[in-house]
């Protein structure tokens, strides 16, 4: 068994916390050929992305509770189990609608390594570490999403798409067995009432009565939202409208994740030089104010690849910053219910996210103006919840 807290556990750890970012992505250059090969019109097949990140943000606010009842090995290993049924059933799919359910088995298992990462981290790292293994972390997990395109595309290539969903299932099979064979218990605070309902009612009522949480919680998941909304823009922008080739545009994206894994490098070193607080707040700012030039440029008439990739660079810089600190400041002071609350925090990010894509493509026609005003209302959000509720923890809580 791994000791925890040791670089190889959070090696392990990470690639458990990726396995959900890469099987977002890894099928996308794949779409059209998947639509053509089952019949399917193309807004089913970006279903299956929408089924993925809905069954992801639900799931969690299960196997949370579960973890603090259970402990938290045997939930992660029943979500790698399920997820790899998920992840074969997609690959053998003869239908649309059977891949649909296949992705929803993905996402039942694959939200236990999202929720239970974190819970882990909780357990094992004193509140001084914690920042800097959530940094790495969701490094990780932010530049997984750049490159599993890229890997995806070269596996489609060769192997067709459903190898892609092959990849996935190799991967968790591989994920289960190290994490079966090497990954020790580390929930030392197990609750036997954690699934009643009227417990998890109690844990997750008390969770949002709790100041200082929500205002991790939304400083966080508001950022968050705004990478989605550009997520969902970006193509329409920088291809459509700039003329940006697919290939370009990828190494674009790869430019503004390496930009938030700048700033996850950045946040527990601000961290331990002004406090948890501010550095979220700093990180808050950043993205108001990359928010508000994206406004400048769609006002003055400056759209342009430099300038959209530059300030949305800016914006990733921030969101690095305050992301992971935000997880750190909502999940710490919560030791007996930690698998509740990173369950939580991690279906507000999906379901702001989900929102914040949405209202994106819903403003697509207005182009940059479009993005700027979802920028600025998540930023505005998310600096509001920094100044107003968030507060130093609560050790008793």
Known sequence: ML??????????????????SISIAIYVPAMPALATDLGAPM???????SVFLAGIGLGQLLFGPASDRFGRRRPLLLGLVVYGIGSVACALAPTIELLLV???????GGCAGMSLVRAIVRDTYPRERMAFALSTITGATAISPALAPILGSQIFLAFGWRA????????????????????????????????APARLAANYGGLLRNRTFLGHMAAGGLTLAGTFA???????ILVERLGVRPDRFALLMIATTAAYVAGTTLAPRLARRVGLE?????GAAVCLAAALAMVAVAA????????VVGVMTLYMIGMGTALPLSMVGGIGPFPRIAGAASALIGAGQMVGGATASAASAAVAGWGVAGLAGVLVTVATGSLAAALLLVRAPDDAA
């Open 230 to 236: 550009y997520t969902v823009a970006s193509p329409f």
């Open 278 to 282: 501010r550095a979220l707040r700093v």
């Open 3 to 20: 000791r925890a807290g040791t670089p190889s556990a959070l090696v392990l750890l990470t690639a458990l916390a990726t396995l959900t």
């Open 43 to 49: 807004g089913m097949v970006q279903l299956t992305v």
């Open 164 to 195: 892609d969903f092959v990849f996935l299932a190799g991967f968790a099979g591989l994920l289960l067995v190290l994490a079966a064979t090497m990954l020790p218990e580390t929930n030392q605070h197990r609750d036997p009432a954690a699934l």
């Open 102 to 108: 296949g992705r929803a088995l993905q996402a039942a």
């Open 300 to 307: 003055f008439g400056l759209v342009a690849v430099p300038t």
